[in-house]
Nanobody, 126 residues
Framework: QVQLVESGGGLVQAGGSLRLSCAASGLMLSNAAMAWFRQAPGKEREFVAAISWRRSRTLYEDSVKGRFTISRDNAENTVYLQMNSLKPEDTAVYYC???????????????????WGQGTQVTVSS
């Protein structure tokens, strides 16, 4: 059974940084396309970033480009989201997701993903 567990969320002041981790069990992440999504209160879940299984391609939502970096450590079976220059509008629950087949063509669509973590709260104060 595949399990994704996020960690690293918390409360940070605007301009600060956090690094989220997503540890996988029951799945070799080296074969999966991985992504981060977020959901703020009263809003729909939105795409944040994705990384292909070959690690050669990354994709970001426009508002996080230049501030967030997605990466993966296949040996540790973990995906990361480094978040710098955080803004209050980044406040949300952040979820990691896995596409088992490594398909990257529809990376921004949450329906493309097979498994989800439980989420980790990120709160950015102004």
């Amino acid at each position: 059974q595949v399990q994704l567990v996020e960690s690293g969320g918390g409360l940070v002041q605007a301009g600060g940084s956090l690094r989220l981790s997503c540890a996988a069990s029951g799945l070799m992440l080296s074969n999966a396309a991985m992504a981060w999504f977020r959901q703020a209160p009263g809003k729909e879940r939105e795409f944040v970033a994705a990384i292909s299984w070959r690690r050669s391609r990354t994709l970001y939502e426009d508002s996080v480009k230049g501030r967030f970096t997605i990466s993966r450590d296949n040996a540790e079976n973990t995906v990361y989201l480094q978040m710098n220059s955080l803004k209050p509008e980044d406040t949300a629950v952040y979820y990691c997701a896995a596409n088992y087949g490594g398909i990257f063509t529809n990376a921004k669509n949450d329906r493309a993903y097979d498994s989800w973590g439980q989420g980790t709260q990120v709160t950015v104060s102004s």
